[in-house]
Every structure is written in C-alpha cells, then in structure tokens.
C-alpha cells in the first residue's frame, strides 16, 4: 500500500505573518508555538521526515497539525483565528456534570473547618465533605468517592 502524499500547506500572507508572530511572541504556550513551526515549516515545502527530524516530534503529530491547518483554511480569520486553529480539539467524552462555580463552591467547603458547618469532626473525610456537598444543595447528588477526587486534583 502506496504512503499518502502529505498535503500541501498554502499560507497567506496575513496567515504567514500570524504563524510567525505567534512563534516569537513569549506568552505562546509551546505547544501552541511548535504547532505554528510546523505549519510554517510545511509552507516552506519541508517534507514531514525533514520537520519530524527538526523538531524532534512524531510523523502523526505532524501529519496531524498540516492536515488540520489545511482543513481549517476555508474558514476566515474573522471566524477563527490562528490560535484558535491550533488549539487542541476537544476531548471525547461524557460532559462534565459539575461546573467550574460548583467545583469552586465544593473546594471553599474543603477550606472550612467541619465544625463550623455543624459536623462533630476534626478533618473532613470523603464522605463528610460529600454529604455537605448535598445539604447544601451545591450538587444534587455526589459519591464520596468523587468528591474526594475533585479535592485531590484541585
């Protein structure tokens, strides 16, 4: 079976410009930098082993970023910007089911002390904070197991 051909990135010049910027401006993330790199770097007719060899990155990941930039190019800037076109796509998936603002609320309760909240304990465990979670109406219903879990990535 024949290797595709890797697709041709045509930039424009407000495109090239963007990339360039994005690439030496210091508040890029580097992910978002290296992206731009190769792009840029697909522009200027480099072969996918000659970036995958510059940048120390895996053929998919430059297959992956050329063919999603030449994807994205119908769309305007107007309509999404260069950074967001290089921005990771969203994850598959269930939805969350807590919000940020509940997530927040559940680590201010974490923060206080159980006593003040009527709990004749010293330290909250999972499931004191879980069953607090619930009387005061943050979530409609949480495992001890979960809330635990959002604490310990928090």
Do not use: F
């Not at 963007?18 to 993330?29: M, N, Y």
């Not at 120390?56 to 800037?77: C, G, Y």
């Not at 927040?104 to 009527?118: F, K, M, S, T, V």
């Amino acid at each position: 079976m024949p290797i595709p051909k890797a697709q041709a990135v045509i930039l424009s010049e407000a495109e090239r410009q963007g990339l360039e910027k994005l690439v030496k401006r210091h508040q890029s993330g580097q992910q978002i930098a290296l992206r731009a790199r190769i792009v840029l770097a697909a522009a200027e007719g480099h072969k996918n082993k000659e970036i995958v060899e510059k940048y120390q990155v895996t053929a998919d990941t430059v297959r992956l970023w050329r063919n999603r930039w030449v994807k994205l190019q119908d769309l305007s800037l107007e309509d999404l910007s260069i950074e967001d076109r290089l921005q990771d796509a969203p994850r598959p998936g269930a939805p969350a089911r807590i919000t940020a603002d509940q997530r927040c609320q559940i680590e201010a309760l974490a923060c206080e002390r159980p006593d003040q909240a009527g709990r004749p304990i010293t330290q909250w465990s999972a499931r004191e904070i879980a069953d607090e979670v619930i009387k005061r109406e943050i979530v409609a219903e949480i495992s001890p197991r979960h809330a635990a879990r959002l604490l310990k990535r928090g």
